[in-house]
């Protein structure tokens, strides 16, 4: 009977004891919700204080000049101007021409290209092309926002990227001045429509004249020269390298020209001499400066505020994290300084953010397309060396006393070009063809392998065939090869 009334009271006690426990836990928790409620009112506060000062101190400065009006496509608060990079080229309607382009276009890191005559005009967001397909614009794809097209006309492509207009443009040689002096007042026209902006007009115009390095002026040159001064435009082009190279010679047809504002901020401007395009015109590669400081060349903008992966967040967490920082933050001073209070919340915030979810991490841009491969980078390598031989020795001949043998090593150094180039043509449309381009565009002809040259093979009687073993060990000897997008292709 005493064990019985001992356990109770025992057991009365524990009840006792619990319920106190409860009860404190319940208070403390009550006294937490109230102070994180008082922290939240108190951010709040802070937040119409700084607006307050704010809004008083551009009351009382003394009228300062009005600010100019800021594009949407200029660069926001906390995010440093950039070196933007622009590449030029003429394809000359070459589907390998246009696997090296996107190649150098990744390589290099290029922000935007025009490409004259190019090989097939995607129907993606980064790309925009004329009425006629005879020019593209291009951007790369993590190169920032997507193009916007503003205008289309037969020869001619005007977008908006960023802060710039870029117009390419692109007029056949085989049409008539009077021809070509509409297409410049067409062109004219856009440009003016874009006027004060920060404007590029890049492309190849089949002009010569005198102002850019050629030894003569032919009339499209003189038309030229008249719209880039009605146009207020700047020729960009440097030195008399030429930007078209044949077996027989080479001219400067390829142009850049700028506003004068943009004008003065591009530096670099050069003609790659040494770069295997498989086309008979060669790359033209400049950068834009920012307009005031800004990062180096080839950085990405870098932003100076913090980003976490907000698909990570753990909410409770945060909520802990904010209470413990309101425990040991100190109290508020009457009086205390904006920007005091302003820093103290920034890296309130910013830890409760740290805790809370992980960082947010840049992927490293891609500097190679899918389908590259070291043995493609090899033999463009050799290609160019091919090139610069053969370039080399055609300028000694024009001084050359013994005309005869000079000509006999030409065109040793003219197959060897040939047999390289050839070599790369055929490794890059094994590589880009076996490697899923066939299932994007579609499959609309069959080309086979003769002797070392690529012919169109869309009758019935070359379907199936088989390439040949002397192809080399760059193609299976046992493959079909499928070509996509335009029936023609130009190798030579």
């Known amino acids: 009977m005493a064990a019985t009334g001992l356990l109770d009271i025992v057991e009365a006690l524990a009840d006792r004891t619990m319920s106190d426990e409860v ?41 300062p000049p009005p600010a100019p009006a800021v594009s949407s496509a200029m660069p926001q608060m906390g995010e440093l101007l950039e070196e933007f990079s622009f590449l030029q080229a003429n394809l000359n309607h070459c589907a ?153 010679g080479g001219s400067i047809v390829d142009l850049s020209f700028a506003t004068p504002a943009v004008a003065r901020r591009v530096v670099g401007w050069r003609v790659e001499e040494d770069v295997e395009t498989l086309s008979d015109h060669l790359y033209i590669r400049f950068e834009v400066s920012p307009p005031s400081g800004g990062a180096l060349s080839g950085q990405r903008p870098v932003s100076t505020f913090p980003r976490w992966n907000l698909g990570r967040l753990d909410k409770e967490l945060a909520e802990e994290a904010a209470i413990v920082h309101r425990w040991f933050a100190p109290r508020t001073e009457e009086g205390a300084d904006t920007e005091v209070l302003a820093g103290r919340m920034h890296t309130i915030l910013t830890e409760v953010c740290d805790s809370a979810m992980p960082r947010a991490r840049r992927r490293p841009p891609r500097k190679s397309v899918y389908w590259w491969t070291p043995e493609i980078a090899e033999l463009r390598q050799l290609a160019n060396g091919a090139r610069r031989a053969h370039a080399r020795c055609r300028t000694r001949n024009r001084r050359a006393p013994d005309r005869e043998g000079a000509e006999a090593e030409l ?82």
Not at 412 to 434: F, I
Not at 471 to 477: I, K, M, V
């Open 23 to 63: 009860r404190r836990i319940q208070v403390e928790f009550a006294r937490l919700r109230r102070e994180n409620e008082a922290l939240k009112a108190e951010r709040k506060s802070l937040l119409v204080e700084l607006e307050q000062a704010s809004t008083t101190t551009a009351t009382r400065a003394t009228c």
């Open 96 to 248: 390998r021409a246009q696997d090296l382009f996107l190649q150098s276009l990744a390589q290099w890191q290029v922000h935007v290209a025009v490409a004259c005559e190019p090989y097939f005009v995607p129907p993606h967001s980064n790309w925009a092309g004329d009425l006629d397909g005879s020019v593209a614009v291009v951007v790369r794809m993590d190169a920032g926002p997507p193009l916007i097209v503003v205008e289309r006309g037969p020869g001619y492509v005007v977008v908006s990227w960023r802060e710039y207009t870029i117009v390419g443009v692109y007029f056949s040689p085989n049409r008539s001045l009077a021809e070509f002096e509409t297409f410049l007042d067409s062109v004219r026209a856009a440009v003016s429509r874009r006027s004060p902006g920060s404007v590029l007009v890049l492309g190849d115009f089949n002009a010569k004249s005198r102002a850019w390095g050629c030894p003569v002026t032919d009339g499209r040159g003189e038309a030229v020269q008249v719209w880039g001064l009605l146009s207020g435009l700047s020729l960009l082009n440097l030195g008399t390298v030429h930007t078209c190279v044949r077996h027989n």
């Open 411 to 492: 065109a040793e150094l003219r197959e060897q070009y040939r047999a390289a180039k050839r070599a790369l043509q055929l490794c890059t449309l094994s590589s880009a063809t076996g490697r899923g381009r066939t299932a994007r565009r579609g499959v609309v002809g069959l080309l086979r392998v003769s002797g070392g040259r690529l012919r169109p093979g869309g009758t019935e009687a070359a379907r199936g065939q088989k390439l040949p073993r002397e192809a080399g060990d760059w193609l299976s000897p046992c493959v079909t090869v499928a070509v996509v997008g335009r029936s023609r292709c130009a190798w030579e």
